[in-house]
């Protein structure tokens, strides 16, 4: 059991049932956030910041806490006044005191759609007309949006308390650059030396948001006594407990939280926006408070992920081999400390073995909403520049944009730029897929034209708990930590299926609440199939153990002399003796007169999850009149371990390639000359739909993780990595443009063309 | 605010409610009549999380008013399968993995019931360009396709 070179003896992993909460789903009966109930519950609405940036002089409450049907009004006022201390509870560092402030503005408004105070009444309808009833008197203030106007002396300055680190010596006054960041291998200086060919170019990215079609969404109820109830959409609801806890000032063991399902979250809903709001609400109300955002307060409230300028140098020889290379990367924070810079460094150049190479990045603070995680936070950013440049390179050179990196491809052995070794990985076989595929045998025709981008992404593992139960029937109760944003549930009963030798349809998953399992991590770093998996699997085999036990008891025999196959006990060999063997069920009926009820639970700090790599190759045919860019084919090869449900590992690289073809394509923050967010909803911020795209093929390779039971690595965030890239140099294949500017929309690739005399 | 009392059929049942002006379909469906498999995501008309059929139309609830309703013969997911057999377009979506999260889902159920009611044998452009009104984050697209086109030949009596 457990061998992961066994491939062939799997017998559930691997196939594609039908996932377990799939009849609910697809008969509307699924209860995500906005569609749970507490008796007697009333609803929340808020207020929010018409500035960008303002002293806030006074809130009047007093108007709306005498309208009809107003049950509560809460400001930062009625919030504990907490201390800055770091966290580490969602994905990405946070420090408290900032999430206390964004959540509900203290002293100043950072960004258009700030949330000042919050009102609960009897009606939906009641509770925002009450929100426009609360007068606020502010004291705008001059603001910056963009990061490089940020980065300026002389620049509006968001907070009197960041002064620079790491730069020496540290500045004495205030800045909007919370931290200066660098990794570093070799000699930079000598790589360019021994160069042939170098491509030098900046780069920019805008903020995208994660676009989840659920909106935020909760319940909460917080009782006379103390105890707390709230049932959310969220992708970890340990987090959300964690979080209520320290910004009301409660007890962990006084607040419940029940996950409901989850309609998207790809990292924005790694932390809280309106849980602890509808808990004060509901302390003073004394009801149950349900909270719901609006889409437009998703894009102006809720974090998207960074915008940035990147400054890339690579260099190689004529032979192809990469000497040296330098990326520069700063990134938008958001109104508070912290956009994903360490992994944009991180990641942007760990394709490669490069003797020589240096990424230097930089966090900065600016009148945005606080970025959010979105699927490999970072990465996208950075490495749209660095592997854009790689390509450019690679025509400077003449060669093959695959032939190129199979040739300076990070292998088992190579050291990243930031850190580790390498182990046990798949690039190369990945990038043979990607050459091998049927798809680039197909000839373009005029302004036509194929990119290929490579990406890298961690994963991670990290803290999962997970409990099993044999039922009486024989049937197993399954219950993990994890909240399931993407057909999870199916992945933990068939690993639980596997390991146990019984049908699928045996094992009947779902998410504990937060009382009902152990602490388990955020549903992130693309963490749950290994982390997750790993306390399953754990479980499982304890089960075993137990029903080996149980089968040994009956027999009068040692539990070494039996043994666990195809879900039942058999004696070991002939001197075990000779009994007919007993299934799961025989044993579980029996489990009274053997000891008991037969469960188990695991819980890991799960290490050793295996990076994950893509390659993307998309062709595209530009409409030159118009500046259109239409995709019209789509190749995604990512090494994945081991599919444990292929469709659903294909699934998670299709749509994470599709939001980063909105990405290259279209999505984009746009804010007005007041800093007001002008294109907060689905119409302007504009997703991709299914009339954009062609196929999205998908190359699954499979180089096993030894460090999981059945060889997964984490699939999720990897594809969002090349698209924007490969679309950049698809677009410069048919038109000898290069795009430097995401996103590469229909008025700026025209744009491009007209500077291009094309 | 006086309510307004309006009659309709509600998947298959004739249904009475009291509505405010303000309210929309999507807000009666959800709130007062306990179906909450039709979704909002928008509220705008923009993402289809909220598609329901009006006297067979393909419609966004969140841009209908309540009062709008009388009369009318509406069919929401909870009203698209025959009792506990599931329509084949719900099969399908199951068999093909053609859902992540399964927020989108309902809707997108809905548009593909509305369409192969329309157009039995779409091309995939013309599935594509139909289901454009509908907004899946997840997925890419890619497996909801498959589904819609096994869904078409499974209601055209072809074996899948």
């Known amino acids: 059991m457990n061998d992961i070179s066994l491939k062939d003896a799997l017998k559930v992993v691997g196939t594609r049932p039908v996932r377990p909460d799939g009849v609910d789903k697809v008969m509307g009966r699924a209860q995500f956030g906005g569609d749970a109930v507490m008796p007697g519950m009333i609803f929340g609405s808020t207020v929010r910041s018409p500035h960008a940036h303002a002293r806030i002089i006074k809130i009047d409450t007093s108007a709306a806490e005498a309208m009809k049907g107003v049950r509560a009004v809460v400001t930062a006022a009625d919030l504990p006044n907490i201390t800055s201390e770091e966290a580490f509870v969602g994905e990405g560092p946070m420090n408290f005191r900032d999430l206390s402030c964004n959540l509900m503005a203290r002293d100043k408004v950072l960004y258009d759609g700030h949330v000042v105070a919050a009102v609960a009444a009897t009606s939906t309808s009641i509770a925002r007309a009450a929100a426009e009833a609360i007068k606020v008197e502010y004291e705008v203030l001059p603001h910056v949006i963009n990061e490089m106007e940020a980065m300026q002396p002389g620049a509006p300055v968001l907070h009197d308390d960041i002064f620079t680190s790491g730069v020496d010596p540290k500045p004495t006054t205030p800045s909007n650059v919370v931290k200066r960041m660098e990794f570093a291998k070799g000699d930079l200086e000598a790589g360019f030396a021994a160069a042939d060919k170098i491509v030098e170019r900046t780069y920019t990215t805008a903020p995208v948001h994660q676009a989840y079609i659920e909106p935020h969404a909760c319940v909460a109820a917080f009782n006379p006594d103390g105890q707390c109830q709230v049932i959310c959409s969220s992708q970890g609801h340990f987090m959300v407990r964690a979080y209520c806890a320290k910004l009301l000032g409660i007890d962990i063991s006084e607040i419940r939280v029940t996950p409901a399902e989850i309609g998207g979250g790809f990292g924005g809903k790694t932390l809280v926006y309106l849980e602890p709001l509808a808990l004060a609400l509901s302390r003073k109300a004394g009801r149950p408070v349900r909270m719901v955002m609006t889409r437009e307060e998703v894009f102006r409230g809720s974090g998207p992920t960074s915008g940035g300028t990147i400054n890339v140098k690579v260099g190689a020889k004529m032979d192809g081999t990469i000497t040296a290379a330098h990326a520069e990367v700063i990134l938008q924070a958001g109104a508070y400390p912290g956009s994903p810079i360490g992994p944009a460094l991180m990641t942007c150049w760990a394709m490669y073995d490069i003797e020589n190479a240096s990424a230097v990045g930089f966090d900065v603070v600016s009148n945005r909403p606080k970025v959010a995680a979105y699927r490999a936070p970072g990465a996208p950013i950075s490495t749209y520049a660095t592997e854009s440049a790689v390509d450019e390179l690679s025509r400077a050179i003449g060669m093959d944009p695959i032939e190129l990196r199979l040739k300076n491809a990070a292998k088992d052995g190579t050291k990243a730029l930031y850190g580790p070794t390498f182990q046990n990985i798949g690039y190369v076989e990945t990038l043979e897929a990607a050459k091998n595929h049927p798809n680039l045998q197909a000839k373009l025709g005029p302004n036509q034209g194929r990119g290929v981008a490579a990406g890298f992404w961690f994963n991670i593992g990290g803290e999962s708990s997970a409990s099993l139960a044999v039922n009486e029937d024989g049937t197993i109760a399954l219950v993990s930590g994890s909240p399931d944003i993407g057909g999870s549930r199916a992945s933990m009963a068939m690993m639980a299926a596997e390991v146990l030798g019984v049908n699928v349809e045996r094992v009947r998953p779902i998410i504990g609440d937060t009382a009902s399992v152990g602490f388990t991590f955020v549903t992130g770093g693309s963490r749950v199939t290994f982390a997750t998996g790993t306390a399953v699997c754990d479980a499982s085999d304890d089960i075993v153990k137990q029903l080996r036990g149980r089968a040994a008891k009956l027999w009068e025999i040692d539990v070494e002399a039996v043994e666990w196959r195809d879900g039942s006990a058999y004696p070991a060999g002939d001197n075990a003796g000779k009994f007919e063997p007993l299934s799961l069920a025989d044993i579980a009926v029996k489990s009274g007169r053997t000891g008991g009820p037969i469960a188990a639970k695991a819980t890991v700090n799960a290490q050793g999850a295996g990076p994950g790599w893509g390659v993307h190759v998309v062709d595209v045919e530009v409409d030159k009149e118009t500046g259109h860019v239409k995709i019209l084919r789509y190749t995604a090869a990512q090494d994945v371990g081991r599919a444990i449900h292929p469709s659903y590992v294909e699934g998670q690289v299709q749509g994470g390639a599709v939001q980063g073809i909105g990405w290259a394509l279209n999505e984009e923050y746009i804010y007005d000359k007041d800093g007001r967010l002008d294109n907060g909803g689905f119409l302007d911020y504009r997703v991709p739909v299914a009339s954009d795209l062609p196929k999205i093929d998908v190359a699954l390779v499979e180089v096993p993780n030894p460090r999981h039971p059945f060889g997964a690595k984490g699939v999720g965030e990897v594809p969002i990595v090349p698209p924007m890239a490969a679309i950049a140099n698809a677009i410069f294949d048919a038109t000898g443009v290069r795009m430097t500017s995401l996103p590469m929309s229909p008025p700026k690739v025209r744009a491009a063309l007209d500077a291009a005399g094309k | ?160």
């Not at chain 2, 909870?78 to 999260?101: R, T, Y």
Request: glycine share 10%.
């Open chain 2, 1 to 160: 605010m006086s309510k307004t009392h309006v009659t309709c059929t509600v998947n298959g049942e004739e249904t009475e409610f009291l509505c405010d002006s303000n309210q929309t379909v999507l807000d009666v469906l959800r709130e007062d009549l306990g179906l909450t498999g039709s979704k909002e995501g928008c509220g705008s008309g923009d993402c289809g999380a909220c598609s329901v059929l009006v006297d067979g139309r393909l419609v966004c609830s969140c841009l209908m008013f309540g009062s709008e309703a009388e009369g009318t013969s509406i069919t929401t997911i909870e009203g698209i399968a025959d009792g506990e057999n599931l329509h084949p377009v719900q099969s399908q979506f199951l068999k093909h993995a053609a859902l992540q999260c399964g927020f989108c889902t309902p809707g997108l159920i809905v548009a593909t019931k509305a369409l192969l009611d329309a157009n039995p044998s779409p091309t995939d452009e013309e599935a594509r360009y139909w289901l454009a009104g509908n907004l899946c984050r997840c997925t890419g697209y890619d497996k909801i396709m498959n589904a819609v086109h096994a869904a078409a030949a499974e209601l055209r009596g072809e074996s899948a």
